[in-house]
């Protein structure tokens, strides 16, 4: 049987005061040292500062476009298929260049149902949806803001990066 010995408390002990000014004088020593070493505090003064993330980080989705500015997607559903979440719905639709066998008519993803595993951008064969906005913030007031849609995510490019790398037809 385990026998837990309790150390025998004197009265300054028992007053607790040490405990408190120790406390005290550490929270006061950082609290200054802060003030004169603002390069050392580890934290960010959100949203004027922002903590960088790296360059692979799974962010909100975009979707890709051809040099002609129409979706790179040939909603093969295989994105909605891999998704673990069931959150992309696609309607697939006749594309009138001959040499496009589809596009997506209507291309929805629901972000609130997304658990930003990236399977959908591995399953993609046709590199048409990407996860590289950056864009991490969500604030929506209705369930709906959160179900983007392929004009939204036509769009959702972020600066700097080209909508489009090579040409696929
Ligand atoms: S990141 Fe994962 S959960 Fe989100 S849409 Fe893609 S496959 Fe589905
Ligand atoms: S995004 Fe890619 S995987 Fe999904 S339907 Fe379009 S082409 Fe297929």
Sequence with gaps: MLVVRRPKLSLWDKLYLGAVFKGMWITLKHAVGNIFHQERILTYEYPEMKKPIPENYRAEHRLMRRPDET???????????????????????????????????????????????????????????????????????????????????????????????????
């Excluded at 093969?76 to 008519?105: N, S």
């Excluded at 997304?114 to 969500?138: G, H």
């Design 71 to 169: 979706p790179r997607c040939t909603a093969c559903m295989l994105c909605a298929t891999a998704c673990p979440a069931d959150c992309i719905e696609i309607v697939a639709a006749e594309h009138p260049d001959p040499r496009v066998e589809k596009y997506p008519a209507v291309y929805n993803i629901n972000l609130l149902r997304c658990v930003y595993c990236s399977l959908c951008v591995e399953a993609c064969p046709c590199d048409a949806i990407r996860m590289d906005t950056m864009k991490i913030e969500q604030a929506g007031y209705t369930r709906e803001h959160f179900i983007v849609d392929k004009e939204y995510l036509l769009k959702n490019h972020p600066e700097g990066k080209s909508p489009y790398s090579i040409a696929l037809y």
